[in-house]
């Protein structure tokens, strides 16, 4: 897996949101932020987050879309359960995926961070394909990108948010980055700040 001179990922399909804008000038990319993302919430497949993502969510289809009438958001990657890719935005760009957010009294973590969602909620475990097809990402990114650390969105946004939520695994996330060999290229290694 590659990311290209233009930030993206030459293995994910590629769906351009609406939903983005240019990092401050200068601006360092040295965050990796996970989140879970679901809709509607608990229900996997389907079109509704990427719907969202590329602002076409037609909100009267469910209760619970008719809160996200207003919401323009987006990712740079989804990982889907069975493990497919797909991104909205180049890493290059800023996407909008942390919200009102602070890592270690850095605020607004958009400017310098890359936002991968993963199909899934916090109370369900993550697929095996999952984890395979983030840690191929996040070596890709890592090659491409000065990331300093990966974090959580519970951990950049505490009083808002709980994703990924305790199902998601950071012992096997960092497990299987350390047999893929990504501290070889960092120096000093990725720092996991997950609390």
Same mark, same amino acid.
């Given at each position: 897996?590659?990311?290209?001179? @233009?930030?993206?990922?030459?293995?994910?399909?590629?769906?351009?949101?609406?939903?983005?804008?240019?990092?401050?000038?200068? =601006?360092?990319?040295?965050?990796?932020?996970?989140?879970?993302?679901?809709?509607?919430?608990?229900?996997?497949?389907?079109?509704?987050? %990427?719907?969202?993502?590329?602002?076409?969510?037609?909100?009267?289809?469910?209760?619970?879309?008719? =809160?996200?009438?207003?919401?323009?958001?987006?990712?740079?990657?989804?990982?889907?359960?069975?493990?497919?890719?797909?991104?909205?935005? #180049?890493?290059?760009?800023?996407?909008?995926?942390?919200?009102?957010?602070?890592?270690? /009294?850095?605020? /607004?973590?958009?400017?310098? #961070?890359?936002?991968?969602?993963?199909? /899934? %909620?916090?109370?369900?475990?993550?697929?095996? =394909?999952?984890?395979? %097809?983030?840690?191929?990402? %996040?070596?890709?990114?890592?090659?491409?990108?000065?990331?300093?650390?990966?974090?959580?969105?519970?951990?950049?946004?505490?009083?808002?948010?709980?994703?990924?939520?305790?199902?998601?695994?950071?012992?096997?996330?960092?497990? @299987?980055?350390?047999?893929?060999?990504?501290?070889?290229?960092?120096?000093?290694?990725?720092?996991?700040?997950?609390?």
């Amino acid at each position: 897996m590659n990311i290209d001179s @233009k930030g993206w990922c030459m293995a994910a399909m590629r769906l351009d949101s609406p939903n983005q804008n240019d990092r401050p000038e200068n =601006q360092a990319v040295d965050l990796l932020v996970i989140h879970n993302i679901s809709l509607p919430p608990g229900e996997f497949g389907g079109h509704y987050i %990427t719907d969202l993502f590329l602002n076409r969510l037609d909100c009267d289809r469910h209760p619970f879309f008719d =809160q996200l009438r207003a919401l323009k958001v987006s990712s740079h990657f989804l990982i889907r359960r069975n493990g497919s890719l797909i991104q909205f935005v #180049s890493a290059d760009k800023r996407a909008w995926h942390a919200g009102v957010s602070s890592y270690r /009294g850095r605020q /607004g973590c958009n400017d310098f #961070s890359i936002g991968i969602e993963i199909e /899934g %909620t916090d109370d369900v475990p993550f697929a095996p =394909q999952q984890y395979d %097809t983030l840690v191929s990402l %996040t070596a890709a990114l890592c090659r491409r990108y000065p990331l300093k650390a990966v974090t959580g969105h519970q951990h950049i946004a505490p009083e808002r948010k709980t994703d990924p939520g305790p199902f998601f695994d950071w012992h096997c996330f960092r497990e @299987k980055l350390e047999k893929k060999n990504v501290h070889s290229f960092r120096n000093p290694p990725l720092e996991f700040w997950i609390g």
